[in-house]
DNA sequence: CTCATTACTTACATTTATGTTAGTACTATA
DNA sequence: TATAGTACTAACATAAATGTAAGTAATGAG
């Protein structure tokens, strides 16, 4: 959890709120989330269990935390199906689908100039 | 400092190497980074105490934390004159610069999907 | 009754990022 | 001798991010 005040958090909050930039890093920027929104782009919608195993290394917690900052943030959606054993599917919202530009030139700046043999 | 070996560490490398999207979301991801890189993309050329005058909130430890990591991955210079008392210029390296229209698209992204009121 | 399946949650532990405060070296100028 | 100016560094402290291991609820199949 984070604090309720901190100059941390101030900082943080009047970064986001005066640079476009760092807002929408903010809002990419987990360890994780890359990986999450690429597969998304990439199948469309996503069961959690096939999602977690195309991801092998992350836990549990930390995806599952991954995902609600990305929901909470208006990038992805859950849906749940009232089924046992339960399903759930993930997939972009419309602002999700939004940052696809921007991912990809990321992603093509990435590979273009991370150094050999990185 | 970072520990020479932990999960953590381990899971970040391998992420950078294999995802362009993150390496370069790595490397202008610091709290401080996309308001540094946006002055050098505005001013050309900045000594550090000018720098440093326009970024009030940042405390002289970390903002120079932030420069030595942009220079050590090759996004910045440092260009130290030897004259007293000392000045020293930074700006962006030619990579630097070929990073401009990716943090152009980050900008123009985020002023235009942050929240009303954030 | 037992077990498998799915999508989680809980309690705990570690690592990493960020922040605070004070101090330094060097010289020119007053 | 004292002070100002610049670009830092050092020692210390806190906040936030990430990771580990185990457990849970619900139900159908055997």
Redesign the interface.
């Known amino acids: 959890m984070r604090k309720e005040s901190s100059t941390n958090l101030e ?2 909050v ?4 005066s ?7 903010d809002l ?2 987990g ?2 989330k ?2 999450i ?2 597969r998304l782009l990439d199948y469309g919608s996503l069961r959690y269990n096939k999602l977690r195993k195309s991801m092998p ?2 836990s549990e917690r930390i995806l599952i935390l991954q995902l609600r900052e990305l929901e909470n943030d208006g990038l992805i959606s859950r849906k749940i199906y009232p089924e046992v054993p339960p399903r759930v599917e993930y997939k972009l919202t419309e ?1 999700g689908w ?2 696809e ?3 990809r ?10 150094p050999i043999g ?1």
Chains 1, 2 share one sequence.
């Not at 009047?14 to 709120?17: C, D, E, K, M, P």
């Open positions: 900082n943080e009047q970064i986001n709120a640079c476009g930039m760092a807002y929408t890093l990419i920027g360890r994780w890359p990986t929104l690429w290394n992350v602002l939004k940052l530009p921007v991912l030139l990321l992603s093509d700046w990435g590979d273009a100039n991370r990185y």
